[in-house]
């Protein structure tokens, strides 16, 4: 099983819908992160939390939320769907490089969504 | 300007070749660097840090110039299994130690 499982992995859905992409992880990671890849974009943060109840905007957070109930659980919501909201998502946990004081993180296998 | 850029590519490499990418950060407030590989429609994952004195790892080689701002990675004798694209990332101060990505470089080695 993947270490960091998102659900669902692809979903089409139409503007103004209510949408939410869950992440899961078995690390036990106390981080968790949301991303979004666009091309020619890269990755680019939405939110962050670094504990439960923790919630930290990121660069791009306008038009989301997330809710961190529990460790091992971080969801993403889009409350009301919009056309450039279509993108890549990816979920991510992160442990701290002893060497480097970074961030050192693994992702999830990515949610594809479509909004139409 | 973005704050981290990168050229996009693609490079086509023969299998063997030796290939160089850099990555321009523009905050010299930038304290930690990476460089990640993302196989085509999967997850990135990291390949390297990259730390102030270079470092190598296999075939793989990082770099860093500080009075230029960039980072380099140097990919010698190419596999076709080396076909990805390679994200930049870089921490910045005040950033909250959060990473910012590159919009990555396409490399694919042909046989």
């Known amino acids: 099983d993947a270490d960091v499982t998102q659900t669902p992995r692809n979903r089409i859905t139409k503007t103004g819908k209510r949408i939410m992409l869950e992440c899961s992880q078995t690390?036990?990671?106390?981080?968790m992160y949301w991303y979004r890849q666009d091309p020619g974009l890269g990755l680019r943060l939405i939110y962050y939390?670094?504990?439960?109840?923790?919630?930290n905007k990121g660069e791009i957070s306008d038009g989301y939320s997330v809710s961190r109930q529990a460790q091992a659980k971080f969801s993403l919501s889009l409350e009301s769907a919009i056309p450039n909201q279509t993108a890549l998502y990816f979920c991510?946990?992160?442990?701290?490089?002893?060497?480097?004081?970074?961030?050192?993180?693994?992702f999830g296998a990515g949610s594809r969504l479509t909004v139409l | 300007r973005k704050e981290v850029e990168q050229d996009p590519g693609p490079f086509n490499v023969p299998e063997g070749a030796t290939v160089a990418f850099n990555c321009t950060y523009s905050?010299?407030?930038?304290?930690?660097f990476f460089w990640y590989r993302q196989d085509c429609r999967k997850e990135p994952k990291l390949l390297m840090s990259?730390?102030?004195s270079g470092n190598e790892d296999g075939r793989f080689t990082a770099q860093l110039n500080r009075a230029s701002q960039y980072i380099s990675l140097l990919i010698r004798d190419s596999k076709l299994s080396d076909s990805a694209t390679y994200l930049c990332?870089?921490?910045?101060?005040?950033?909250?130690?959060?990473?910012?990505f590159g919009s990555g470089t396409q490399l694919t080695v042909l046989p």
């Open positions: 690390k036990g990671h106390d981080r």
């Open positions: 939390s670094f504990d439960v109840k923790d919630i």
């Open positions: 905050n010299s407030a930038s304290q930690s």
């Open positions: 990259v730390y102030s």
């Open positions: 991510a946990t992160s442990v701290q490089d002893r060497a480097t004081g970074a961030n050192v993180l693994t």
């Open positions: 990332a870089v921490i910045i101060i005040g950033s909250a130690r959060q990473l910012t």
